[in-house]
T-cell receptor
Framework: AQSVAQPEDQVNVAEGNPLTVKCTYSVSGNPYLFWYVQYPNRGLQFLLKYITGDNLVKGSYGFEAEFNKSQTSFHLKKPSALVSDSALYFCAVRDGVLGDNDMRFGAGTRLTVKP | GAGVSQSPRYKVAKRGQDVALRCDPISGHVSLFWYQQALGQGPEFLTYFQNEAQLDKSGLPSDRFFAERPEGSVSTLKIQRTQQEDSAVYLC???FGGGGFINEQFFGPGTRLTVL
């Protein structure tokens, strides 16, 4: 069965600095990988996904993520953090096996961007 | 708005009561998902509908949990004889295509269920 790990509960960065939120995964087949963001009192919002193709995926709000098959990672990055990026970030993985609808989410990483 | 809506937003139930949670997906979205999110955890998959067909219910934790989407739009998650361990936020999400988890999912704000 697939699994995903977000090794950091909390990430703190200063505004204007680059940010990285880490995610590693385990699947038996090819992975479908997603990042979602959850702002306070709001539903989860899709940021980006990797299904196939280029390893560097660009998404909403200037975020990007790099699929690294050898390291089984899909870290979320942004070159210059904004205070408004402060939120809870979830990585999710689905095993790309036909008929498998089980998508697993990580426990989340709380990003705090300080002015 | 045109987003996914859920009702009620908050529900307090006494142990043993039955509850029904409603989800209104985005109009025209084929796929609908239910998740359970415990405090401090990520969402956990419960069940998936493609139109009115429940294609996957492998995540439902017990036979006390039941979901339906009879006309392929609104969905209801019912929990019978609630237990304290059922306390969580229940999230509904919808997506346009029928490709299961490949497509972007749009999430509702969730229903926070507290079982006393």
């Amino acid at each position: 069965a697939q699994s995903v790990a977000q090794p950091e509960d909390q990430v703190n960065v200063a505004e204007g600095n680059p940010l990285t939120v880490k995610c590693t995964y385990s699947v038996s087949g090819n992975p479908y990988l997603f990042w979602y963001v959850q702002y306070p009192n709001r539903g989860l919002q899709f940021l980006l996904k990797y299904i196939t193709g280029d390893n560097l995926v660009k998404g909403s709000y200037g975020f990007e993520a790099e699929f690294n098959k050898s390291q089984t990672s899909f870290h979320l990055k942004k070159p210059s953090a904004l205070v408004s990026d402060s939120a809870l970030y979830f990585c999710a993985v689905r095993d790309g096996v036909l008929g498998d609808n089980d998508m697993r989410f990580g426990a989340g990483t709380r990003l705090t961007v300080k002015p | 708005g045109a987003g996914v809506s859920q009702s009620p937003r908050y529900k307090v139930a006494k142990r043993g009561q039955d509850v029904a949670l409603r989800c209104d997906p985005i109009s025209g979205h084929v796929s609908l998902f239910w998740y359970q999110q415990a405090l401090g955890q990520g969402p956990e998959f419960l069940t998936y509908f493609q139109n009115e067909a429940q294609l996957d219910k492998s995540g439902l934790p017990s036979d006390r949990f039941f979901a339906e989407r009879p006309e392929g739009s609104v969905s209801t998650l019912k929990i019978q004889r609630t237990q304290q361990e059922d306390s969580a936020v229940y999230l509904c999400a919808s997506s346009f295509g029928g490709g299961g988890f490949i497509n972007e999912q749009f999430f509702g704000p969730g229903t926070r269920l507290t079982v006393l």
